[in-house]
């Protein structure tokens, strides 16, 4: 079992930045990807970013290229969420996920999720 748990949420004005945390223990695989999923008021959730277990690629949603960046500590199982230049657009629950392959926590299939985190940001 593998758990994660997300930190960073909070209130910010329109413009601002907020750096997300994520740290994952217990039975994780030997190497993994991580990444991160939004899910807004009354919306369906969506894809944010993911990274590969070494960093070699790195995925993003159009919507937060050049704002968001993601990066994954050197212990490798901590992924960071870097969002700048904040929209009222990027109020949501954001969720860490993780799974062996980048390509599962994009789509939404990852097999472990954390609680999430909420982030508001103001006009």
């Known amino acids: 079992q593998v758990q994660l748990v997300e930190s960073g949420g909070g209130l910010v004005q329109a413009g601002g930045s907020l750096r997300l945390s994520c740290g994952a223990s217990g039975r994780t695989f030997s190497s993994y990807a991580m990444g991160w999923l939004r899910q807004a008021p009354g919306k369906e959730r969506e894809f944010v970013a993911a990274i590969s277990w070494g960093g070699g690629s790195i995925v993003y949603a159009d919507s937060v290229k050049g704002r968001f960046t993601i990066s994954r500590g050197n212990a490798k199982n901590t992924v960071y969420l870097q969002m700048n230049s904040l929209k009222p657009e990027d109020t949501a629950l954001y969720y860490c996920?993780?799974?062996?392959?980048?390509?599962?926590?994009?789509?939404?299939?990852?097999?472990?999720w954390g609680k999430g985190t909420l982030v508001t940001v103001s006009s």
């Open positions: 996920a993780t799974d062996f392959h980048v390509r599962t926590v994009v789509t939404g299939r990852a097999v472990y």
